[in-house]
């Protein structure tokens, strides 16, 4: 079987133009940016916090820099998933990459959701203003009172009533719901009982952010930090009403849309990660050569020679295995992707991790503090370890595939 993971020479002048505004535009003014947190409230943009990202979203809009997202579609590029894959490594070099181009989680896969699902009211009402990147969204699955990582187990209320759904229960780590611009949540629901089938209990519904009865608990912190004002919030429904032409497909598809919408959003995120490596990467080898300890550059101390080596082997190794599920993707058979999403999904930010704790390390004590971005791309990689499902999910997934070869037996 051929695998390609090359890039038309097309898409190749296009991913030069994204790392050059990346490298020239964005990195420079991503301390500016994130100093700014905390000077006023933090659940609003600050005047500058504004000008910087609205400025440099409207300069990727103006160069047609935007939207990348859009595989497949005639809407977009036309990239397929291994070079949209390239084009989110880039993005990942810096916290702003991926919304400055529109190219933002959860945005990405809820536009997925309304272009495939959506109908034309949604489309209009959702979809228009977030493909211009004028407000967000968030995606509510996971649950506080069950585990989450079996989504069978996703138990919030949606019962209908005339012409509403009412809605109950309690959503946590709804990624994004904290920004004011937040308008929109694409919601997981139980619909079904115990006598429909397990994988056709669940259904998705769209449900408008301001909608009465919805309450914001708390900002879910991450190693001790909020994310504001992004966020990642603790949601309560009491007696939401949503028009029952607000549910996508109908009832009991809820697991049909989830793995359509997961497994491109799994795939980007890990190649988001690749690219915060070698952001560290490169953070580390500037480092190793610029200090000096003992009368001699931190590069020839210790084991860092011997360190940096692993780093870009295991970053490149990474890559590859990322490459090769996107090329899955590619095919259009998502069984087959399945185990090759999970195994980079498991290995990506392990690697990711990896780099940016060595690179940590080489910059002692200020690796650790705010001076550099180093510990929050650490937390945010260590958060992608429990997102879109913890390693153990994946492993198990991996296993079963791999046991399927020898035994017919249910593993």
Known sequence: MDMNFGMRAENRALLDRVAAMVRDDIMPLEQEYQAEIGTGDRWTYTARQTEILEGLKAKAKAEGLWNF?????????????????????????????????????????????????GSDKMKQEWLEPLLNGEIRSAYLMTEPDVASSDATNISMSCVRDGDDYVLNGEKWWASGAGDPRCRVYITMVRTGGEGTPKHQRHSMIVVPAEADGIEILRPMEVYGHDD????????????????????????????????????????????????????????????????????????????????????RMEIEMARLLCLKAAWY???????????????????????????????????????????????????????????????????????????????????
């Open 69 to 117: 997202w859009l595989t497949d579609s005639d809407k977009g590029f036309g990239l397929s998933t291994v070079e949209y894959a390239l084009f989110a490594e880039e993005m990942g070099k810096t916290p702003l990459g991926a919304e400055v181009f529109n190219c933002s989680a959860p945005d990405t896969g809820n536009m997925e959701v309304f272009e495939r699902y």
């Open 228 to 311: 504001a004002p992004h966020g990642h919030m603790h949601i309560r429904f009491a007696d939401v009403r949503v028009p029952t032409e607000n549910m996508l497909l109908g009832e009991g598809r809820g697991f049909e849309i989830a793995q359509g919408r997961l497994g491109p959003g799994r795939i980007h995120h890990c190649m988001r990660a690749i690219g915060q490596a070698e952001a560290a990467l490169e953070q580390l080898c500037r480092r190793s050569v610029r200090r000096e300890a003992f009368g001699k550059p931190l590069a020839q101390l210790g084991a860092n020679y011997d360190i940096i080596a692993e780093c």
């Open 329 to 411: 993707m590619d095919q259009g058979d998502g069984r087959a992707a399945a185990p090759w999403i999970s195994q980079i999904k498991v290995i990506a930010p392990r690697v990711a991790l990896k780099v940016i704790d060595e690179a940590v390390q080489m910059h002692g004590g200020q690796g650790i503090s705010q001076d550099t971005p180093l510990a929050q791309a650490w937390t945010h990689v260590r958060t992608l370890r429990l997102a879109d499902g913890p390693d153990a999910v994946h492993r198990r997934l991996v296993a079963r595939a791999e046991l399927k070869k020898y035994t017919q037996e249910l593993v």
